[in-house]
């Protein structure tokens, strides 16, 4: 059975969590230690969850998820409110994993799409709800084409509505809902592919 890759995002946001964030970091901009614990504790697993799917590796979210806070910190002051927290912390999430690969000279890793086989291999690792037959879902996202990845994230897991995504990555709304009805397919096209071939019996040897 493949499982419905549209519906409502999980963890989806509401207008008050978003103004709740905003409120933190607001409070945060003097500095005071409490208030900027309070900021980041509130928005660290979007954060993180953004940037590893991003990069397709999630040992370096950590590493990546700092450099985001040390520059959302630099910035803070200066952050008047006139957009979502949230929006302006990924965005600067965002800029710091382009900026990882930039300085790297290499490209975020994508695997071969049509090597399917071997994503599907891999056993879902716990918690990662919502997928059956031991598909990881970490691993079809890594497959993902890096734009139509960056905006499945963005609304389907990190639950951003879509103009919030849209002003995230700097591109129409439009191209936005384009890229995760593509990605979507994608996914739903390589479960299709894993589940008909767990079908087929393997060849008897004589």
């Known amino acids: 059975m ?21 409120g933190l ?45 040390l520059r959302a910190l630099i910035g803070l002051p200066r952050f008047a409110g006139r957009s979502s927290a949230r929006n302006w912390l990924l965005s600067i999430a965002r800029r710091v994993v382009v ?30 709800p919502g997928f059956e037959d031991g598909l990881a879902l970490g691993e079809l996202l890594d497959a993902l084409d890096g734009a139509r990845r960056e905006a499945f994230v963005l609304t389907q897991l990190v639950g951003m509505p879509y103009a919030d995504a849209a002003a ?9 809902r384009s890229r995760v009805a593509r ?3 994608d996914l739903t096209g390589w479960l299709r592919s894993a589940e008909d071939a767990a079908r087929v019996p393997r060849a008897v040897v004589a």
């Open 25 to 69: 970091a607001l409070a945060a901009r003097g500095g005071d230690p409490d208030a900027v614990e309070r900021f980041i504790r509130a928005s660290h697993r979007d954060v993180w969850r953004f940037v590893a799917h991003l990069c397709g590796d999630p040992d370096s979210a950590d590493d990546l998820a700092q450099e985001t806070y």
């Open 168 to 176: 995230v990555v700097g591109c129409p709304i439009g191209t936005v």
């Open 99 to 128: 900026d990882r690969y930039r300085s790297a000279a290499a490209r975020p890793r994508i695997a071969d799409v049509d090597d399917w086989q071997a994503v599907a291999e891999h056993r879902q690792p716990g918690g990662l």
């Open 2 to 22: 493949i499982p419905a890759l549209v519906g409502p995002a999980r963890g989806s946001r509401t207008t008050v969590d978003d103004e709740r964030l905003t």
């Open 183 to 185: 990605a979507r397919a």
